[in-house]
C-alpha cells in the first residue's frame, strides 16, 4: 500500500528512523580529522522551518505522556497576539505542510553496530521502532499507539519495502548535481555540502493534488561525511545517492523555499552498543511486508491518525 506523499515524506523516521534530539548550532569551519564511525548513538532532528505548527508542536514531550492535554496547556498559555500571528502564518500554509507538522517525529535516536542499526522515535499519536540489518537487507519494525495498547509489527526486507518508502528519488535525470566546497562540523563529523537542483524539463506535466507537495522537490541542500557509512542513508523517503552518510539534508518544495523539510545529526556518541540496544521488543502477531503490506499500510495509517481502534492487533 503506497502511502500518499503528502503523507509519507513526512515519515522520515519511518524510513530509518531518523527522528531527532535537540538542535544544537553547528560551526561552519572543519576541525581536525575524527574516526570512521562504526558504533554507537546518533540522534538526529527533523524539523518543517518557517512551519508555525512546527514550532508550537516541537513543545510537546511525547515521553511525558497525556498529549491531548498538553496541547490544551499549550494552546491555552498563548496570547491574543499570540494567537493571531500563529493564525496568519498557518493561513499561508499548504495543508500538506500542516499534516507534516502534526504526523512528524521530531526526536529520535539510532544505536548503530557495525551493520546493525536500531532506531527509536515518538510522533505525538505513535512511538516507533525499526531494527535494520544491512548485511541481510532485513529488518523488523513496530509502531505502537501513543494512547492505547495497541501496535502493528513486521518483518522486512530492502527490496520489499523501497518502492513505498522511497518516494521522491533525486536522479542527475532529473536534477543538476553540484559540489561546493563549502564545509561544516555537523555533530562532530566534517561534511560537505551538495546542491541538487531540478532541470526545467523535469517539472510534473500535472500539478500536485491540493494539499499535496509535489512529487519532485524544486531543490535540495545534502552534507555528507566520509566517516559517516553510507548504509545509513537506505530508506529515506527522500533517496539520494549518496556515496557517503548523509548528516543533514534540507529539501525545498517551492520555488521561495518557504515550505522545506530539515534533517540533521544532532549529537554522536561513540560507544559500545549492547544485544539489548539493538532489541525491538514486539508482540503477536508479527506481520510479513512481503506477504501482508494492504494490512500493514491500514494498521500503521489508523494508528499515525490516532484511531488505533482501526488496528486489529493488540499487545498481549
Not at 76 to 89: N, P, R, V
Not at 131 to 150: D, H
Request: charged share 15%.
Amino acid at each position: 500500500m503506497r502511502l500518499s506523499r503528502s503523507v509519507a515524506w513526512s515519515l522520515l523516521p519511518i524510513s530509518m528512523l531518523l527522528a531527532a534530539a535537540a538542535h544544537t548550532p553547528v560551526p561552519t569551519s572543519v576541525s581536525a580529522p575524527v574516526a570512521d564511525f562504526t558504533q554507537g548513538v546518533i540522534t538526529t532532528q527533523v524539523s518543517l522551518p518557517g512551519n508555525p505548527y512546527d514550532k508550537l508542536l516541537s513543545r510537546i514531550d511525547p515521553a511525558k505522556g497525556n498529549i491531548q492535554a498538553q496541547m490544551q496547556q499549550l494552546a491555552g498559555s498563548l496570547t491574543a497576539a499570540e494567537q493571531q500571528q500563529f493564525q496568519a502564518a498557518a493561513a499561508n500554509l499548504s495543508p500538506a505542510m500542516t499534516i507534516g507538522a502534526l504526523m512528524l517525529p521530531r526526536k529520535g535516536t539510532l544505536y548503530c553496530r557495525g551493520k546493525e542499526v536500531r532506531a527509536t522515535t515518538d510522533a505525538l499519536t505513535y512511538h516507533l521502532e525499526n531494527y535494520f540489518n544491512s548485511g541481510t537487507n532485513k529488518g523488523l519494525l513496530r509502531m505502537a499507539s501513543q494512547s492505547s495498547p495497541q501496535s502493528v509489527n513486521y518483518t522486512y526486507d530492502a527490496a520489499s519495502v523501497e518502492k513505498t518508502w522511497q518516494t521522491i528519488v533525486v536522479t542527475t535525470t532529473d536534477y543538476t548535481l553540484r559540489p561546493t566546497t563549502e564545509t561544516a562540523l555537523i555533530a562532530g563529523y566534517p561534511s560537505q555540502k551538495t546542491t541538487y537542483t531540478l532541470k526545467p524539463g523535469a517539472t510534473e506535466t500535472a500539478p500536485a493534488q491540493p494539499g499535496q507537495l509535489p512529487s519532485k522537490p524544486v531543490a535540495l541542500d545534502v552534507w555528507t561525511s566520509r566517516q559517516i557509512p553510507q548504509s545509513l542513508n537506505f530508506a529515506h523517503p527522500v533517496y539520494v545517492n549518496e556515496a557517503h552518510g548523509i548528516t543533514r539534508l534540507v529539501v525545498y518544495f517551492d520555488k521561495e523555499r518557504k515550505q522545506q523539510m530539515r534533517y540533521e545529526f544532532a549529537a554522536v556518541q561513540v560507544k559500545p552498543v549492547t544485544d539489548l540496544d539493538l532489541k525491538v521488543n514486539t508482540t503477536a502477531p508479527v506481520l510479513d511486508y512481503a506477504k501482508d503490506a494492504m494490512q500493514i499500510g491500514a494498521q500503521s495509517m489508523a494508528l499515525m491518525f490516532g484511531s488505533p481502534q482501526k488496528a486489529s492487533n493488540t499487545d498481549e
